[in-house]
């Protein structure tokens, strides 16, 4: 899957856009860069945060094409964040522009283009 094939998946086709973005994009790019990425303690590697950050953008940009998008799923769950301070549910952290405490993680736009 191409990023552009990836954000062109619907909400209601979620789960095809979860598994892509876990085991396509998140997964198979750390084994293929290699060393740390591709073991078991892949914070070792200097590239695995950036990386994380790339799977971050890829979601929030996902979200921004819809209002279905940017709602589906997360939106709506009560549960306790787990490993969070007291008081913090999922659902308070599904959109990156409206996070606790007047945080708002914004993405510079860029064009996304399919690689041979």
């Known amino acids: 899957f191409l990023e ?3 954000l062109t998946l619907r909400a ?3 789960n095809r856009f979860l598994q892509t973005l876990q085991v396509f994009v ?3 790019i750390r ?5 740390h990425m591709c073991s078991t303690n892949p914070a070792n590697d200097p590239a695995y945060f950036p990386h994380l950050a790339h799977l971050d953008f890829l979601y929030t940009r ?4 819809s209002h279905q998008n940017l709602k589906f799923r997360y939106s709506q769950d009560d549960r306790d964040l787990p490993l969070a301070p007291a008081g913090f549910k999922v659902s308070q952290f599904h959109d990156s522009a409206d996070l606790p405490g007047g945080i708002r993680v914004c993405y510079d736009p860029y064009e996304l283009k399919n690689h041979p």
């Open 12 to 14: 209601d086709n979620f």
């Open 26 to 28: 998140h997964t198979n």
């Open 31 to 35: 084994c293929e860069v290699g060393g």
């Open 4 to 6: 552009r094939d990836l």
């Open 62 to 65: 996902w979200q921004s094409f």
